[in-house]
């Protein structure tokens, strides 16, 4: 098993900056693929950004690109999420997950973290 702790959300305003962290613990060998998603109030769980965790191999939604940065401090079993010119539409609840293959599903999901972004 492997759980995951994010934190780093809150309220923000359009323009801003914000850093969310994932935090893994249990068995961490089995870390390869780690992402970010979220869901906003009535919509669907969406993709944000992921990384493999081997090599540093990183993919983003097109509305993340240039804005999102996602890294991993593999020492620390932690995840970021850096946000930069945060919008009103990026507000949601960010999830992290992971899986121990490049394909397959997203096996571990943590708790949430709420981002507000107003306007």
């Known amino acids: 098993q492997v759980q995951l702790v994010e934190s780093g959300g809150g309220l923000v305003q359009a323009g801003g900056s914000l850093r969310l962290s994932c935090a893994a613990s249990?068995?961490?060998?089995?870390?390869?693929?780690l992402g970010w998603f979220r869901q906003a109030p009535g919509k669907a769980r969406e993709f944000v950004a992921s990384?493999?965790?081997?090599?540093?191999?990183?993919a983003y939604t097109d509305s993340a690109k240039g804005r999102f940065t996602i890294s991993i401090n593999v020492a620390k079993n932690t995840m970021y999420l850096q946000m930069n010119n945060l919008k009103p539409e990026d507000t949601a609840v960010y999830y992290c997950?992971?899986?121990?293959?490049?394909?397959?599903?997203?096996?571990?999901w943590g708790q949430g973290t709420q981002v507000t972004v107003s306007s």
């Open positions: 249990g068995r961490t060998a089995s870390l390869y693929v």
């Open positions: 997950a992971t899986k121990s293959a490049l394909g397959g599903v997203y096996e571990f």
């Open positions: 990384i493999i965790s081997s090599d540093g191999g990183t």
